[in-house]
């Protein structure tokens, strides 16, 4: 199980670690379940990194507005798990963790307790 908190402002966060060509850093992303990537990470941040070029996508807002980004290829540590994963970035000062790099696993934030864990899913395969 992998634990994460709230900060300040109510946002919930967790610890993720990323490598690249020249460096690794470890942060506290925001969790964004809206998004649907797998990770944001802020360009001052990632720079330092030496992030491999990957290609380029197309994402829709939540104002609907369409945006095409170049994206970057990284590995990736969440918990105990490591994969590459393709990543974007972003000028805000906050990483976002998104939807895609929590596939597999359960995602449980309780807001009255301010709690945030991550655990692996258990599958049922039954039908």
Not at 15 to 23: K, P, T
């Given at each position: 199980m992998i634990r994460g908190y709230f900060d300040d402002v109510g946002q919930p966060r967790i610890?993720?670690?990323?490598?690249?060509?020249?460096?690794e850093a470890t942060?506290?992303?925001?969790?964004d379940t809206g998004f649907n990537g797998s990770l944001c990470l802020p360009l001052p941040l990632a720079i330092p990194l030496g992030l491999e070029l990957y290609g380029r996508i197309n994402y829709e807002l939540a104002d609907g507005t369409i945006k095409r980004e170049l994206t970057f290829e990284a590995t990736i540590r969440l918990g105990e798990a490591v994969d590459r994963a393709e990543l974007s970035l972003t000028e805000s000062?906050?990483?976002?963790?998104?939807?895609?790099?929590?596939?597999?696993?359960?995602l449980e934030i309780d807001y009255g307790n301010r709690t945030v864990e991550i655990r692996?899913?258990?599958?049922n395969n039954e039908t």
């Open positions: 610890a993720v670690s990323i490598f690249g060509n020249r460096g942060i506290d992303a925001v969790i000062e906050d990483a976002l963790l998104g939807s895609e790099l929590l596939d597999g696993y359960v692996e899913s258990v599958v």
